[in-house]
């Protein structure tokens, strides 16, 4: 195909999803010159399967994303049409915001959001190749034959790439929700050397809400109490009028007709060759594996205020259209329902996220960088959080500055970017609370003082919301010490107080700090005895004054397992090293380290298969200088 050199930017990203929504805006806010390429203007941060955002470790994502200077928390903030705290009988490290996004409005509004952001020019058109000098990344090509050069390019192409949808026995090459697919950009990260291997996601049947019989089912509201994913977003925002989700259930017949189609299942006949996701399993495999199960629930959640379309939630499948038909009309409540669009499963191309840096710069070509799904993700939430981490990095690139690292002990965002590009993934990745050995430090409710700080110094965040950090951070070091001076004394109102609760009286006074660090003492109690502090606090000052007072201990056995880990960390090792000349390290921990090439002793102690053994003999050739580079 015949070439013409178009425009030159600093970054160019491919891709419009929840990754490179992200990634644009954070390469332009830090004042590069950013061109944001995408297949369809009309699928710009599509959400094409479960229409929310957040949940159990994904919503502290967001909140990390928003103390970043991102948009996801600020674009569902300004579209959901329900909200709702999960896990609120458990501990801070654990609860979780989700929210029901307006699908339709979703999307408009970071389109909107996109085409207004200085610096940021927003086009349609597919990326067929990347333009490699010496091995570094200079541009890419389009399917029209546009060259457009840049210093630094984020590939985010989701599960376009190569994408092929498959329902029952019908099978064709497209994106997600019927979009085009990306062919030829995967063929050429083939031919640059590149590792892809085949991922498989699906998504459920949607249905006429207009013919949904709501008397069989449980209402699922949203939450009265004020809450948002972004820092940003005041309380009074909070909508009044949200709409109800309503759960129902598969049953006994519901399971047969799976049970007797399932030689027409994709999932079981051989059709499907990619991998699915452990944790977001299709209808057909949960009956399969789960046969003791009488019944599976479902959510129906509505995808918008201006439609009727209704996402029958855990109902994923790639059963034939008829047979999803009379799945659906054995469940309670949809008995009549219409489908609007059949469920589907998509295979698609992932790069194998070992050959990526911690920075997501590829360790294959210099210059590029790789975000989202296309990275072996799963979800809105776990892309956008890669894409942020990617802009920012190709906009340091450019600058020539210090890379970007979010380390473990940072943000959820950083456990996801070490798994992958320390360990690779064999399934679709998704973010758990399990998957963070420091979850009570990173938390939903202290994002903004885990990262707005570094927001601010990358140019992301405002002045004046940097200013109100402060005053906040002030607000909660201030009252923390004045709990450790003031003091609670026996006096009959607290005695009286503790009976009540059923416990031992006070024998003498005690600090307000151990005061409220009793499980039956709230900080509304430990004022009505010592007074409130001389200033009105905020609600999420007060927030983080009693989690901190009351975690404390385990807060701080966390901070030292963290300094530890620093120490480690901050061991580097050198480039392509020669590990053959490493006498004494097992076999298979040579094997994985030349295959990952970690950056730090503290990484490489993290690769399955590299035992501490190995970690102390490579530390020893380190600190000796002994060590070979290859070539």
Same mark, same amino acid.
């Given at each position: 195909?015949?070439?013409?050199?178009?425009?030159?930017?600093?970054?160019?990203?491919?891709?419009?999803?929840?990754?490179?929504?992200?990634?644009?805006?954070?390469?332009?806010?830090?004042?590069?010159?950013?061109?944001?390429?995408?297949?369809?203007?009309?699928?710009?941060?599509?959400?094409?399967?479960?229409?929310?955002?957040?949940?159990?470790?994904?919503?502290?994502?967001?909140?990390?994303?928003?103390?970043?200077?991102?948009?996801?928390?600020?674009?569902?903030?300004?579209?959901?049409?329900?909200?709702?705290?999960?896990?609120?009988?458990?501990?801070?490290?654990?609860?979780?915001?989700?929210?029901?996004?307006?699908?339709?409005?979703?999307?408009?509004?970071?389109?909107?959001?996109?085409?207004?952001?200085?610096?940021?020019?927003?086009?349609?058109? #597919?990326?067929?190749?990347?333009?490699?000098?010496?091995?570094?990344?200079? %541009? &890419? !090509?389009?399917?029209? =034959?546009? @060259? +457009?050069?840049?210093?630094?390019?984020?590939?985010?192409?989701?599960?376009?790439?190569?994408?092929?949808?498959?329902?029952?026995?019908?099978?064709?090459?497209?994106?997600?929700?019927?979009?085009?697919?990306?062919?030829?950009?995967?063929?050429?990260?083939?031919?640059?050397?590149?590792?892809?291997?085949?991922?498989?996601?699906?998504?459920?049947?949607?249905?006429?809400?207009?013919?949904?019989?709501?008397?069989?089912?449980?209402?699922?509201?949203?939450?009265?109490?004020?809450?948002?994913?972004?820092?940003?977003?005041?309380?009074?925002?909070?909508?009044?009028?949200?709409?109800?989700?309503?759960?129902?259930?598969?049953?006994?017949?519901?399971?047969? #007709?799976?049970?007797?189609?399932?030689?027409?299942?994709?999932?079981?006949? %051989? &059709? !499907?060759?990619?991998? =699915?996701? @452990? +944790?977001?399993?299709?209808?057909?495999?949960?009956?399969?594996?789960?046969?003791?199960?009488?019944?599976?629930?479902?959510?129906?959640?509505?995808?918008?205020?201006?439609?009727?379309?209704?996402?029958?939630?855990?109902?994923?499948?790639?059963?034939?259209?008829?047979?999803?038909?009379?799945?659906?009309?054995?469940?309670?409540?949809?008995?009549?329902?219409?489908?609007?669009?059949?469920?589907?499963?998509?295979?698609?191309?992932?790069?194998?996220?070992?050959?990526?840096?911690?920075?997501?710069?590829?360790?294959?070509?210099?210059?590029?960088?790789?975000?989202?799904?296309?990275?072996?993700?799963?979800?809105?939430?776990?892309?956008?959080?890669?894409? #942020?981490?990617?802009?920012?990095?190709?906009?340091?690139?450019?600058?020539?500055?210090?890379?970007?690292?979010?380390?473990?002990?940072?943000?959820?965002?950083?456990?996801?970017?070490?798994?992958?590009?320390?360990?690779?993934?064999?399934?679709?990745?998704?973010?758990?609370?399990?998957?963070?050995?420091?979850?009570?430090?990173?938390?939903?409710?202290?994002?903004?003082?885990?990262?707005?700080?570094?927001?601010?110094?990358?140019?992301?965040?405002?002045?004046?919301?940097?200013?109100?950090?402060?005053?906040?951070?002030?607000?909660?070091?201030?009252?923390?010490?004045?709990?450790?001076?003031?003091?609670?004394?026996?006096?009959?109102?607290?005695?009286?107080?503790?009976?009540?609760?059923?416990?031992?009286?006070?024998?003498?006074?005690?600090?307000?700090?151990?005061?409220?660090?009793?499980?039956?003492?709230?900080?509304?109690?430990?004022?009505?005895?010592?007074?409130?502090?001389?200033?009105?606090?905020?609600?999420?000052?007060?927030?983080?004054?009693?989690?901190?007072?009351?975690?404390?201990?385990?807060?701080?056995?966390?901070?030292?397992?963290?300094?530890?880990?620093?120490?480690?960390?901050?061991?580097?090792?050198?480039?392509?090293?020669?590990?053959?000349?490493?006498?004494?390290?097992?076999?298979?921990?040579?094997?994985?380290?030349?295959?990952?090439?970690?950056?730090?002793?503290?990484?490489?102690?993290?690769?399955?298969?590299?035992?501490?053994?190995?970690?102390?003999?490579?530390?020893?050739?380190?600190?000796?200088?002994?060590?070979?580079?290859?070539?």
């Amino acid at each position: 195909m015949k070439t013409y050199d178009s425009k030159t930017y600093d970054v160019i990203i491919v891709g419009a999803g929840h990754a490179g929504s992200e990634a644009a805006l954070a390469a332009a806010r830090m004042g590069q010159k950013t061109l944001l390429l995408t297949i369809n203007l009309d699928m710009v941060a599509f959400m094409p399967c479960n229409p929310s955002v957040g949940g159990p470790a994904k919503g502290t994502v967001v909140r990390e994303i928003d103390a970043l200077g991102g948009q996801m928390g600020k674009n569902i903030d300004a579209t959901y049409i329900q909200m709702r705290m999960l896990n609120t009988g458990k501990g801070p490290a654990v609860r979780a915001l989700r929210a029901q996004a307006d699908k339709g409005q979703y999307h408009r509004v970071m389109k909107d959001t996109l085409e207004n952001e200085a610096n940021l020019t927003l086009r349609q058109g #597919i990326a067929d190749a990347l333009i490699v000098e010496d091995g570094v990344c200079k %541009g &890419v !090509i389009t399917n029209t =034959g546009a @060259r +457009y050069l840049a210093d630094a390019v984020v590939l985010t192409a989701g599960t376009a790439s190569r994408g092929k949808i498959i329902i029952g026995e019908l099978m064709y090459s497209s994106g997600p929700n019927n979009s085009i697919p990306s062919i030829k950009l995967s063929e050429n990260l083939e031919t640059l050397g590149f590792k892809l291997r085949r991922f498989k996601t699906g998504t459920p049947p949607r249905v006429d809400g207009n013919t949904i019989d709501y008397s069989k089912t449980e209402e699922q509201p949203g939450d009265t109490t004020p809450n948002a994913f972004s820092y940003e977003t005041p309380d009074a925002a909070y909508l009044t009028d949200q709409l109800s989700c309503w759960m129902t259930y598969t049953n006994a017949t519901t399971h047969q #007709i799976i049970r007797d189609n399932l030689d027409r299942a994709p999932m079981f006949s %051989g &059709v !499907i060759e990619g991998v =699915g996701p @452990r +944790y977001c399993p299709s209808i057909e495999d949960k009956i399969v594996r789960f046969a003791d199960k009488p019944r599976h629930q479902l959510f129906l959640e509505p995808e918008g205020r201006d439609t009727e379309e209704y996402y029958v939630g855990d109902f994923s499948t790639s059963m034939p259209e008829e047979v999803q038909q009379k799945m659906l009309h054995s469940v309670a409540g949809l008995e009549h329902a219409e489908m609007m669009r059949p469920g589907y499963a998509i295979e698609y191309d992932v790069v194998e996220p070992w050959q990526l840096k911690a920075t997501l710069e590829t360790k294959v070509i210099e210059n590029l960088y790789t975000a989202g799904q296309m990275n072996g993700t799963s979800g809105y939430e776990e892309a956008a959080g890669q894409g #942020i981490v990617a802009g920012i990095n190709a906009a340091l690139k450019v600058q020539g500055k210090a890379p970007f690292i979010l380390k473990r002990s940072d943000a959820y965002i950083g456990v996801m970017i070490d798994d992958l590009v320390t360990k690779g993934t064999n399934e679709p990745y998704r973010l758990l609370t399990s998957r963070a050995e420091y979850r009570l430090m990173l938390r939903h409710d202290n994002a903004d003082l885990r990262l707005t700080q570094q927001g601010y110094e990358f140019g992301l965040i405002s002045e004046d919301r940097y200013q109100n950090f402060l005053t906040k951070k002030a607000a909660i070091d201030a009252e923390l010490a004045r709990l450790e001076n003031v003091r609670v004394k026996p006096t009959p109102e607290v005695q009286a107080f503790l009976a009540e609760k059923q416990v031992a009286p006070l024998k003498d006074g005690v600090l307000g700090v151990d005061f409220l660090k009793r499980p039956e003492v709230t900080y509304a109690d430990l004022v009505r005895f010592v007074g409130a502090a001389p200033t009105a606090l905020d609600h999420r000052v007060i927030e983080q004054v009693e989690i901190q007072v009351k975690y404390a201990g385990y807060i701080r056995k966390e901070e030292a397992k963290i300094a530890k880990l620093k120490r480690l960390e901050a061991k580097k090792i050198p480039d392509r090293i020669d590990y053959s000349a490493i006498n004494g390290l097992a076999t298979e921990a040579r094997q994985k380290l030349e295959k990952i090439q970690p950056e730090t002793l503290a990484q490489a102690s993290r690769i399955s298969g590299v035992n501490p053994a190995d970690i102390g003999i490579l530390s020893v050739y380190i600190q000796q200088g002994k060590i070979a580079k290859v070539g």
